[in-house]
């Protein structure tokens, strides 16, 4: 039997070694973690996602590591609960609300005005960074997912819905109106294919689609949310949820701002 290419791709943190990550904001000790989580040691995820996505906020050693993170999303070598999280990890850093500036000594977060259009940020603009870099390495993450129907596939289509590719839509079709999927998996599938199809949503079609949950509801009702924040970036943070929710349980998400800023791995 011919093994998935995955299989055969090398070392996934290949080059982990010619990063200068001391010299990067929130870099220390990112190299030992990502060889952690490649050998599957407990913690490694929650120290990376700590690192990485300090309080929803994406730092220099941020876009660096998510290239690595996707070849250990993508490789079939790691511990399939290790690429569950990473995967959760990438789709939380494409949807962070802030990013760190000035050698990581300040934060600049998303803001809108009031026609919904999101303000210029101080440079660097690594939010944006961090989102392109994740763009680019969730088509190789969709690929070794294949055809299965998990919580972190609908998480990452749901962040990068621009990139994701036929197979993973019909997934998420599926999942969405099956009618036998857990009800939080299939509401991330409902937000990912609106998504995906760039259909139309205003804030009443987002609040429907809070009903499925209590706590997001109430977060929604009370406006956890940034002001003007449009309502398709809502629906994204709201599928993000669904989704979490789907894999790790009210537990998962229990303390987390829920409309705010994307939660991180348990």
């Known amino acids: 039997m011919e093994l998935p290419a995955a299989w055969w791709r090398p070392d996934p943190l290949r080059g982990v070694e010619d990063v200068p990550w001391r010299a ?140 994701a590719p036929q197979h993973v839509v019909d997934v998420a079709h599926g999942i969405a109106f099956a009618g036998s999927f857990p009800e939080p998996l299939q509401e991330s599938a409902v937000v990912a294919l609106h998504l995906v199809h760039g259909w139309e949503c205003d804030e009443s079609w987002v609040y429907a689609i809070a009903q499925g949950d209590p706590e997001l509801l109430r977060a929604y009702e009370e406006g956890a949310f940034p002001p003007y924040q449009p309502s398709a970036v809502t629906l994204q943070l709201l599928g993000f949820r669904y989704a979490f929710l789907a894999a790790y349980g009210q537990e998962g998400v229990l303390g987390m701002d829920l409309l705010g800023g994307a939660p991180v791995t348990p």
């Open 24 to 163: 990067l904001s929130g870099g220390l000790g990112v190299d030992d973690l990502l060889r952690g989580a490649a050998e599957g040691e407990p913690g490694a995820c929650d120290g990376l996602a700590a690192r990485l996505l300090d309080e929803d906020t994406v730092s220099e050693a941020t876009v660096r590591a998510v290239p690595f993170l996707v070849e250990l999303g993508a490789g079939y070598k790691v511990p399939a609960d290790t690429r569950d999280r990473v995967i959760f990890l990438l789709a939380a850093i494409a949807l962070a609300g802030a990013g760190f500036t000035e050698g990581g000594t300040r934060r600049t977060r998303r803001r809108w005005n009031r026609l919904g259009r999101e303000l210029p940020r101080r440079q660097p603009d690594l939010m944006t960074q961090a989102r392109q870099a994740v763009a680019l390495g969730a088509p190789k993450v969709f690929d070794s997912l294949g055809l299965a129907e998990v919580a972190c596939s609908m998480a990452l289509a749901i962040a990068v819905p621009e990139v």
